[in-house]
């Protein structure tokens, strides 16, 4: 059974960083452009990032650009998502999956663009 799994979340105080993982059994990452999503209590899901198979292509949220850094290691099947400076907002669920139909030119994807979010990992920035 196809499932993606996050890993890595945890509390962290304001301008902190935490590195989040993304693992899949039953699927090769390295054949798919994987996204990230989050999802904050109350809150509809929003894109954060997505990186291309390859890693060549990568784009991200304008309200993480410059804090956020996804990459990814093929020979270990892991896409990672690398948190720095973070703040309360980015408290949050966060979600990794391959998207649908490849990153999307130009923004991030959106719930639409996945086929399903797998589990997810906390992230909790206290204010």
């Known amino acids: 059974q196809l499932q993606s799994v996050a890993s890595g979340g945890g509390l962290v105080q304001p301008g902190g960083s935490l590195r989040l993982s993304c693992t899949a059994s039953?699927?090769?990452?390295?054949?798919?452009?994987i996204g990230w999503l989050r999802q904050a209590p109350g809150k509809r899901p929003e894109g954060v990032s997505c990186i291309s198979g390859s890693g060549e292509t990568t784009n991200y949220a304008d309200s993480v650009k410059v804090r956020f850094t996804v990459s990814r290691d093929n020979t270990r099947n892991t896409v990672y998502l690398q948190l720095n400076s973070l703040k309360p907002e980015d408290t949050a669920r966060y979600y990794c999956?391959?998207?649908?139909?490849?990153?999307?030119?130009?923004?991030?994807?959106?719930?639409?663009?996945?086929?399903?979010w797998g589990q997810g990992t906390q992230v909790t920035v206290p204010s």
């Open positions: 039953g699927l090769r990452l390295d054949y798919s452009d």
């Open positions: 999956a391959p998207v649908l139909f490849g990153c999307p030119p130009g923004r991030v994807p959106t719930p639409a663009d996945f086929g399903h």
